[in-house]
């Protein structure tokens, strides 16, 4: 009984959270989506989508652990959803420019 419920917690958590974060990313966007590139503001923008990429991927990563202690299948979805958001804020702080 007290695994379905903290399954169902888990549930309400990590929809609330994947709808936050796809949220401020397209709150980002839109509040840069005119800076011309290579200015201040473009890099502005780059950073906070690195720096939301990086709580992304260790929000996803957290809810991997979550649902692997309770052996749940949603596990693989967030495990899939980590890995990508990791790679691509990865890659971002590979190819920056100093």
Same mark, same amino acid.
């Given at each position: 009984m007290l695994i379905q419920v903290l399954s169902m917690l888990l549930i309400i958590f990590g929809i609330a959270g994947t709808v936050t974060l796809a949220t401020s990313a397209g709150v980002v966007l839109w509040h840069y989506h005119d800076a011309r590139r290579?200015?201040?503001?473009?890099?502005?923008?780059?950073?906070? &989508?690195?720096?939301?990429?990086?709580?992304?991927?260790?929000?996803?990563?957290?809810?991997t652990a979550s649902? $692997?202690? &309770? $052996?749940?299948?949603?596990v693989w979805v967030y495990l899939i959803l980590a890995v990508q958001t990791g790679s691509w804020w990865l890659v971002r702080v590979i190819t920056q420019r100093s």
């Open positions: 290579w200015d201040f503001r473009w890099r502005w923008r780059n950073w906070r &989508l690195t720096q939301l990429s990086a709580v992304a991927c260790l929000f996803f990563l957290a809810m649902y $692997g202690v &309770l $052996g749940e299948v949603w």
